[in-house]
């Protein structure tokens, strides 16, 4: 069985060809059988890999090789994951990514119906064993959506100019970070930026809140260095006051939150007390990037440690209430208006293995399904960064401040509390105008789109751990779509911006069971971490040990417990410290970062 094409070409000698109209060359194409082998090919007809092909034009004849199914053809994709096959796509995907993406990518998702990630995913495998003769057409990764739901990439091309300006600057400066990550970075930044500012309504105001968490091996695919290209866009573009300090307690994150005036706010010089103003006018809205975040999520899993109140307040910051209150003993009430975080972390997969197994109370208490988790679509790559040092684009600068400066600047009038004899005080009172917000339309098409996408989202058969999840993708993919109409000035959500929209989310869906496979197929925690968590243990119980002590209840030698407490240091769940010649080892206790502390953290923004 041969699928037979006509091809003009005109061989230069370079592997890849041009067209000639005056050569017409007839190239037959020989389908898989049902065993996965090539059947008997006659001498002038050659596997498709070996025909001196552009990459255009195998990707054509590749697809057409997939219109054809023979009866004795058990796998009608089969011929796709050939060895050479995969070869050549990745090849193609590496060299000429547009073409692979509007050509290729297109085709799998649109016509085929098959879920584009499990074919992305082997074309980016090492060495991956494909058995034709054991195997039909491949499982996807997750169930892939109704034909009739999905978009064609030249729908929703020009939705997001900004975005994929972004993702062009941060793989300049980042080119070994995977490729998600960096769109997630740029939606992270415009979700900083857009502070409560914007919403939608179904009954209750949706706003563009993103906690989106970056998983990959330490070092390997550079995840601070994406995470440092958004930070360093949000202060060229005068937004860096969004910014949180790196770490922070619950409790100085919500005092950080409520607006507070410093008690030397009378001292500064006129900027300072200028950039204090920027900050308190969106006190309550915040950016993070939290660097390691698997030493957070250690210590939130301990009920007495001080970070455990992590697990409700994120899920509260992520529900858009209208305000938050906390009072304690000891600090009073903390009272934040308008709270709003958004949230992007980074942890390697080890960190994360814990708290995700099959059956994790994170998955059903509504902790992990906030998340969008970001993993590698590649192979680690060796790119090498240009000299100099990484400054983003100007128009992406003067864009993103356009952008923020146009959702609404609330004012702010700070003023000194005189005590009984009318002189100053350290004390000051925070007059603030209400937050500004703009509630974007969405037309009826839009509409259907997102309820279209829920429901069957919601008819899929999947995990029970992650019904949740599912049941808040569409909702994710809402605000994302709000930013990028926004962005563009629209005060509706068109039809192309819900398209770009589902497509992102749709990569995060795929990556979600990527990781969650990840997670049920490991062999179990490693022995470094089991002791890591035995250490961890011995000092919830008896408080802060020598080093000695602690190798000694242990029974480990000297050098393993030293590397393992400078790990779990690096990550923030213990604290090495020393008294006269004693090495001590205690649980981390972080305290209240001070106004002070908050200012220092903070850089000066560029002026426009």
């Known amino acids: 069985m041969y699928i037979t094409f006509y091809h003009h070409y005109a061989n230069k000698g370079d592997g890849m060809g041009d067209y000639d109209e005056d050569d017409a060359t007839m190239w037959s194409i020989p389908a898989m059988s049902a065993n996965g082998a090539m059947p008997h090919t006659p001498p002038m007809l050659r596997p498709l890999e070996d025909l001196p092909l552009s990459h255009a034009d195998y990707l054509a004849a590749l697809l057409r090789s997939m219109d054809v199914q023979y009866h004795d053809e058990l796998d009608p994709y089969a011929a796709l994951y050939t060895p050479g096959a995969l070869q050549r796509l990745k090849k193609i995907k590496d060299i000429e990514t547009s073409l692979y993406h509007r050509i290729f990518e297109t085709w799998v998702r649109g016509r085929k119906d098959l879920y584009f990630p499990s074919v992305d995913q082997r074309i980016d495998e090492d060495g ?26 030249s729908f929703f091309e020009h939705a997001a100019p900004w975005l ?6 941060s793989e300049r400066w980042a080119p070994r970070a995977a490729q998600s990550f960096h769109k997630a970075v740029g939606l992270w930044v415009l979700s900083t930026v857009a502070a409560r500012r914007l919403c939608v309504e179904f009954g209750q105001p949706l706003y563009p809140v993103l906690f989106l968490s970056l998983i990959a091996e330490s070092s390997q695919y550079t995840k601070t260095t994406a995470a440092a290209n958004g930070q360093t866009l949000l202060r060229a573009a005068g937004c860096h006051h969004f910014l949180t300090p790196d770490r922070s307690t619950p ?28 900050r308190l006018r969106f006190a309550g809205q915040r950016g993070w990037y939290y660097e390691e975040w698997g030493g ?25 209430k209208p305000d938050f209150s906390s009072e304690t003993i000891q600090r009073g009430l903390e009272y934040v208006e308008a709270p709003y975080l958004s949230l992007l972390a980074s942890a390697t997969p080890q960190d994360l293995a814990p708290f995700m197994q099959s059956g994790s109370k994170w998955w059903r208490d509504g902790f992990w399904p906030r998340f969008a988790f970001l993993i590698p679509e590649q192979q680690p790559r060796l790119d090498r960064r240009p000299q100099g040092r990484a400054t983003p684009p100007s128009a992406l600068i003067a864009e993103l401040h356009t952008w923020h400066t146009s959702l609404g600047l609330p004012k702010v009038q700070i003023t000194n509390v005189l005590d009984g004899k009318q002189r100053p005080t350290d004390q000051w009172t925070l007059e603030r105008e209400a937050l500004p917000c703009k509630t974007l339309h969405v037309p009826s098409d839009t509409l259907e789109a997102y309820y279209q996408y829920n429901e069957v989202l919601l ?50 869906r795929a990556m979600l069971h990527r990781l969650t496979t990840m997670m049920s197929e490991s062999m179990g925690v490693s022995t470094d971490a089991q002791h890591e968590d ?8 008896q408080g802060p040990l020598p080093m000695r002590a602690v190798q000694r209840k242990l029974h480990l030698d000297s050098a393993t417990i030293k590397r393992l407490a400078q790990n779990m240091a690096y990550v923030g769940r213990v604290t090495i410290g020393k008294a006269g010649r004693t090495v001590y080892i205690s649980l981390s206790q972080e305290t209240d970062m001070q106004d002070d502390d908050i200012q220092k953290s903070e850089q000066n923004e560029v002026p426009f």
């Open 128 to 153: 991956v064993q494909m058995l034709h003769g054991a195997l039909h057409s491949p499982a996807p990764l997750c169930p892939a959506l109704p034909h009739e739901l999905i978009f064609p990439m």
């Open 164 to 169: 994929d300006a972004y993702c062009a600057y």
């Open 251 to 278: 409790q100085a994150l919500l005092r950080h939150m409520s607006g507070r005036v410093p008690g030397d706010y009378g001292h500064k010089n006129a900027d300072e007390q200028e950039a204090i103003q920027q």
């Open 296 to 320: 957070m999520l250690h210590q939130m899993n301990r009920q007495e440690s001080p970070m455990a109140g992590f697990h409700e307040l994120l899920r509260v910051l992520d529900d858009g």
């Open 459 to 508: 008819s899929m058969t999947i995990a029970p751990d992650l019904r949740p999840s599912y049941s808040r993708l569409h909702d994710k993919a809402m605000r994302v779509a709000m930013l990028l109409a926004s962005l563009q000035g629209k005060d509706q959500i068109t039809l192309p911006h819900w398209a770009y929209a589902q497509e992102v989310v749709e990569h995060w």
């Open 534 to 541: 035995r250490i961890e243990n011995l000092l919830g119980h």
